[in-house]
C-alpha cells in the first residue's frame, strides 16, 4: 500500500442502535448518513476502522473505481 493510494468507502447500515464505539468509528470515517461515500487514504488506520464495523460499511469496488 502506497501513500498515494486511496479507497472509497460507503456506509450501507445507519448508525442508530449501535454502541457508541461503533458510531465514532463512523463519525472519524466522515460518515453518518447512509449510501455516503467518502475517500480516505488506503493506510492500516483506516483499514482498522474499516474492519471493525464491516456490518455498516463497505469498500467500493476497486476495479469500479479504476474504470472511471
Same mark, same amino acid.
Request: aromatic share 0%.
Given at each position: 500500500?502506497?501513500?498515494?493510494?486511496?479507497? @472509497?468507502?460507503?456506509?450501507?447500515?445507519?448508525?442508530?442502535?449501535? #454502541? =457508541?464505539?461503533?458510531?465514532?468509528?463512523? !463519525?472519524?470515517?466522515? /460518515?453518518? @448518513?447512509?449510501?455516503?461515500?467518502?475517500?480516505?487514504?488506503?493506510? #492500516? =488506520?483506516?483499514?482498522?476502522?474499516?474492519? !471493525?464495523?464491516?456490518? /455498516?460499511?463497505?469498500?467500493?469496488?476497486?476495479?469500479?473505481?479504476?474504470?472511471?
Amino acid at each position: 500500500m502506497s501513500a498515494s493510494r486511496q479507497i @472509497r468507502i460507503r456506509q450501507i447500515r445507519s448508525g442508530i442502535g449501535r #454502541p =457508541a464505539k461503533q458510531k465514532r468509528i463512523l !463519525a472519524a470515517l466522515g /460518515l453518518g @448518513r447512509m449510501h455516503r461515500v467518502v475517500v480516505k487514504p488506503d493506510n #492500516p =488506520a483506516v483499514r482498522g476502522m474499516v474492519a !471493525a464495523i464491516p456490518h /455498516l460499511v463497505e469498500i467500493v469496488d476497486e476495479s469500479e473505481q479504476q474504470a472511471r
